[in-house]
């Protein structure tokens, strides 16, 4: 049997055992444990009771040639004999995780947001000793479950508990995609090691396209809440930071708005993670003083296919082996008039969901649970927009472009939260949908069938129909008539980016922005990443 990854780690930190891995090893669809490990000790040429401590550290689907898909994978093993001159080997060591050793001040650290980057922070100050409060302005993850059920059931929105708002933050209601562009260091290692330790499958610590799905998500969340509360640190749900108190622009103070009114937290470190849809805080903080920009982002709609249909295009014969995954895509073009149009957060046997945050606002975002077992994948469509589509330079110029587009969504959705939909074919004519084919919407509580031209600029809405157009070139169902695309989406990332100096601190010290709120991170990897290094600016190591 293959090591456990715990065992792998303790293993690794122990200097006196030498550590291999293997790349690019193909292998049959059917290939287990034994046929890996002979097929390493035939590389190796050596024997093979030689090899022991095997692990998979990476695995992903060649599907390339659909006559003979197979699995690719990277194995850590240790071998008793020193091998050398072997193609595709190298020695490796696990990262040590960083160590979080910072002055007690005698003021309570506080995290305002518990996304990822919210969570992590929290952790890496308990872990320190630190005893931080961590403000969320929502719900606990199980009561927020229950508001965003009766939404998505009735159409009735808890502004303060939702999709975006509340423990987790957006990611909790998400496929919990752990692709990150940031090289897997040490901080990147522990992101996933606390996942997993907190009950994330461990396929999240090997594959190639790591995600947790939205069922385990809520049970990892609440299990780093209790990590935290272990250690000491403290949660204070349904608790909005309402304002900033300063002095020679040195933070003092914060106001808090929470269950029993408002009042006042003495703070000398404040980790602002309040997630891409904050726009009151957003709001607030400039009205403080705190310097932020304008940043690009995009917009857009989900698109719709049947999963089997994708499994077809992009297995082949083998679309139906239960040993691969459901499939994915990932798709970009760049257009003639200098836009680019993408695919963004791709949920495989997934849904769309309705992920309002305000009241008389509408937009949607994609879902998949654990198994991607469901009838329909999703995927954004997007098209980057920046100042000359927000029309002006201001900072939060692009979350007002925002809301204006979520306002058109739910008027053109009727105003009671039903979305805004229309079929691929329809759209790329430029004509009005009436009903569904052969694909039904996933979205709850209903859609609206409509003319989505009529909700975006008329160059975003030339762009996403060149766009299809030109992806159908590399995914042929993409263009599919039948396929779906509902609106609007708009929160791919935050719409601001709050500046900060090389120790991670705002103009007002005492202040550390982190993670995709902040405008620095693009996930829930990078966000987790963001929220440790922020953390660890304040380390006797930094």
Known sequence: M?????????????????????????????????????????????????????????????????????????????????????????????????????????????????????????????????????????????????????????????????????????????????????????????????????????????????????????????????????????????????????????????????????????????????????????????????????????VGARIEHLQKDLNVSQYGKEADNPLLPAADYKLAVHLPNGRSVYTFCMCPGGQVVAAASETGRLVTNGMSEFARNKKNANSALLVGVDANDFGSKEPLAGMYFQRKLEERAFVLGGKNYHAPAQLVGDFLQNKESSKAKNITPSYQPKVNWCNLSSLYPEDIADSLRCGITQMANKLKVFADKSAVLTGVETRSSSPVRILRDSSMQSNIKGIFPCGEGAGYAGGITSAATDGLKAVYSLSEEA
């Open 2 to 298: 293959f090591l456990h990854r715990k065992q792998l780690h303790d293993r690794a930190q122990n200097p006196l055992i030498c550590m291999y891995r293997l790349n690019n090893i193909k292998m049959p669809l059917k290939a287990g444990d034994k046929q890996i490990a002979k097929k390493i000790a035939e590389v190796c040429d050596v024997e093979q009771n030689l090899i022991t401590n095997v692990h998979i550290a990476k695995k992903s689907v060649d599907a390339r040639n659909k006559s003979h898909v197979h699995f690719v994978y990277s194995i850590d093993f240790n071998c008793s004999q020193q091998l050398c001159n072997i193609e595709n080997l190298e020695q490796v060591e696990l990262p040590k995780l960083p160590e979080f050793k910072i002055k007690n001040t005698g003021i309570r650290p506080i995290v305002v947001g518990s996304g990822p980057a919210g969570m992590f922070a929290g952790i890496a100050l308990s872990l320190a000793g630190l005893r931080p409060i961590i403000l969320e302005r929502g719900k606990d993850v199980d009561s927020r479950q229950k508001d965003v059920e009766t939404f998505w059931k009735l159409g009735q929105l808890n502004p303060e508990s939702n999709v975006q708002f509340g423990e987790g933050g957006a990611g909790t209601f998400s496929d919990g995609k752990l692709m990150s562009g940031i090289k897997k260091d040490r901080f990147t290692y522990m992101v996933m090691k606390e996942l997993y330790d907190a009950g994330a499958p461990a396929e999240i610590l090997f594959s190639a396209k790591p995600h947790i799905g939205t069922d385990n998500l809520r049970t990892v969340v609440r299990n780093i809440r209790r990590k935290i509360t272990d250690l000491g640190g403290e949660y204070r749900f349904n608790s909005k930071l309402k304002n900033l108190i300063v002095k020679n622009d040195v933070l003092q103070a914060i106001s808090v708005e929470g269950p029993q009114g408002e009042y006042d937290l003495p703070a000398d470190r404040l980790f602002l993670a309040v997630g891409h849809s904050a726009r009151d805080t957003f709001e607030m903080l400039l009205r403080c003083g705190v310097f932020m920009e304008q940043k690009a982002f995009s």
